[in-house]
């Protein structure tokens, strides 16, 4: 009985072997047979580029100044009286802002006036006595020397009052010093000097306020010299200027080119250039940093979509498929973006076909399934369920 069960148990011990090794047969070609087969052509959605006409758009970021920017200073020294005006207020041209103490310069009209007075006295009491002389002379009794020199007294006289009333003008205009006035319209700034303060002509004491004009407003920006070059032609002096948010959107389109640089810095390899806006209500202001766009005639060129292009750090890179399905990188140079395509001046050639998804997945050489936007891939030969017919077909 003892032997009976020993070779029962031996040959349940084989046949259970003999199953095991059947099943790690059975796995171990599968896997082989899984290693040799391809992975099928992953689907891309592709485009067919062609050339068209687009407008030459090119952006910066520009700094928003004043049009005209103007230091108030007193023109004559003495204690500052007071403001007459809000500060960071907009007021006129020739309105007052501040009030030097006028009494000095009062007394020297005053003065002035006199001195006038008294050589014009001198002037009339020359020219009586010269008269007197005048038949003294043909009578003989006093000689031609001394009603010649009574004449150049009355002479001497009328330039000696022509002396004194520039003086009277010069004190007189040194009065109206007292009142600062603005000249031009714009915004003030903060005061720089408070009442009582001693203000002193011809150094830096006399600065007591800015005035700014902001309407119209300028902002000057940067273009790189490839890009001044594209508009350098003539097409700048035309060129119309935008301003635009961040999120692309137009904020004014009013804008025109007034100053256009000389020379190329050095350092930043870019041209200043000066756009003018109009600003009612101060919308922007002085200081303020803003998106600039300049639209410049049009050119030919070649859009492809933003998500069509990586970006290196040397250069930006486009994935096509030639003819035989297969990805080639081809480098491109770009211009500007135009809403959601970049404008490609270079490395690519009218018909050729771009892949525009799916990039972080491809490879240089791989095997594609190229299909138009819009359409469903098409099945590869030999994949599963190619064979098998359409809905609805």
Known sequence: MTRRLSLAAAVAAIAVSAVLLAACGKGGDAKAGAAGAAPPPMPVTVIQVATRVVPITLEAVGQAEGSREVEIRARVSGILEKRLYDEGATVTAGQDLFLIDPASYELAVQEAKA????????????????????????????????????????????????????????????????????????????????????????????????????????????????????????????????????????????????FTGTTVDPKLGAVQMRAEFANAGAKWLPGQFLKVKVMAGEQRAILVPQTAVLNSEQSRIVMTVGPDNKVAPRPIQTASWLGGDIIVTGGLKEGDTVIVDNLVKLRPGATVQPHAPGEAPQQAPGAPGAGAPKPGK
């Open 115 to 258: 001195a006038v007075a008294q050589e014009r006295v001198r002037r009339d009491l020359a020219e009586v006595e010269a008269k007197r002389l005048e038949p003294l002379v043909q009578e003989k009794a006093v000689s031609q020397r001394e009603l010649d020199q009574q004449v150049s007294t009355a002479r001497q006289s009328g330039a000696a009052i022509a002396a004194a009333e520039a003086k009277l003008k010069e004190a007189e205009l040194n009065l109206s010093y007292t009142r600062v006035r603005a000249p031009i319209a714009g915004i003030t700034g903060r005061a720089l000097r408070s009442e009582g303060s001693l203000v002193t002509a011809n150094t830096d004491a006399s600065l007591l306020t800015t005035l700014t004009q902001v309407n119209p407003i300028w902002v000057r920006f940067p273009l790189a010299e490839p890009d001044y070059n594209r508009i350098r032609s003539g097409a700048s002096r035309n060129a119309r200027v935008q301003l635009v948010g961040d999120a692309g959107e137009v904020l004014a389109d009013n804008g025109k080119l007034n």
